[in-house]
């Protein structure tokens, strides 16, 4: 596509329950990330896929984030047993490669935990 | 350990010039860029600098000294449009020693006032 696509847009679930959230990143992009922004922070690191490459998981909180991602396409960003500190906006970004000195940002998942 | 420090929040003028500050202290440097996030939006791309010295594109113009782990943002003719969150990240060393890690700063808000 165009650009970065994520989805859903916005999510409610109770807390306890998993979500699966969605990213699409830019055709040819061989690099993808995963962000956490809660209300009123900064960008939190939380998953890199580069090409086949093992991915980068250093940024992920617990044991209930997992990340997959199938070759140099789709991404999906799971949270099992969701509570309410997970709340926040999930962003995707994708580059060309590694090295891109342009990464581009989707719109985010927003994510409310009740 | 890994730090990026920005200004929590700025005012400035319209039609005035603004200069947003960043320091960072990382394990590696591959680069750094600046985002701007309008509230509820994703971030967008505006510079990125690698080597020392002072990128120009249009009204933005940002600055980077590796040696003293320093970046600025240089607004120009500031418009109303300007008001939004400048976001200061730095590509760092991943898990596998690799740079592909983007790390933000929490950000600055920056509201330009007529």
């Known amino acids: 596509g165009a650009g970065v696509s994520q989805s859903p847009s916005n999510k409610v679930t109770e807390k306890g329950k998993d979500v699966e959230l969605r990213c699409d990143p830019i055709?040819?992009?061989?690099?993808l990330y995963w962000y956490r922004q809660r209300l009123g922070q900064g960008l939190e690191f939380l998953i890199y896929?580069?090409?086949?490459?093992?991915?980068?998981k250093s940024g992920l909180p617990s044991d209930r984030f997992s990340a997959e991602r199938t070759g140099e396409s789709v991404s999906t960003l799971t949270i099992q047993r969701t509570q309410q500190e997970d709340s926040a906006v999930y962003l995707c970004a994708s580059s060309l490669t590694w090295a891109g000195n342009t990464i581009y940002f989707g719109e985010g998942s927003w994510l409310t935990v009740v | 350990g890994q730090n990026i420090d920005q200004p929590t929040e700025m005012t400035a003028t319209e039609g005035a010039i603004v200069q947003i500050n960043c320091t960072y202290q990382t394990s590696g440097f591959n680069g750094l860029f600046w985002y701007q996030q309008h509230a509820g939006e994703a971030p967008t791309f505006l510079s990125y600098n690698v080597l020392d010295g002072l990128e120009e594109k249009g009204r933005f113009s940002s600055f980077l000294s590796r040696s003293k782990g320093y970046s600025y943002l240089l607004l120009k003719e500031l418009q109303m449009k300007d008001s939004a969150s400048y976001l200061c990240?730095?590509?760092?060393?991943?898990?596998?020693?690799?740079?592909?890690?983007?790390?933000f700063g929490a950000g600055t808000r920056l509201a330009v006032h007529p």
């Open positions: 055709s040819g992009h061989t690099a």
């Open positions: 896929f580069q090409g086949n490459s093992a991915p980068d």
């Open positions: 990240a730095v590509r760092d060393r991943g898990f596998s020693g690799g740079y592909n890690k983007l790390i």
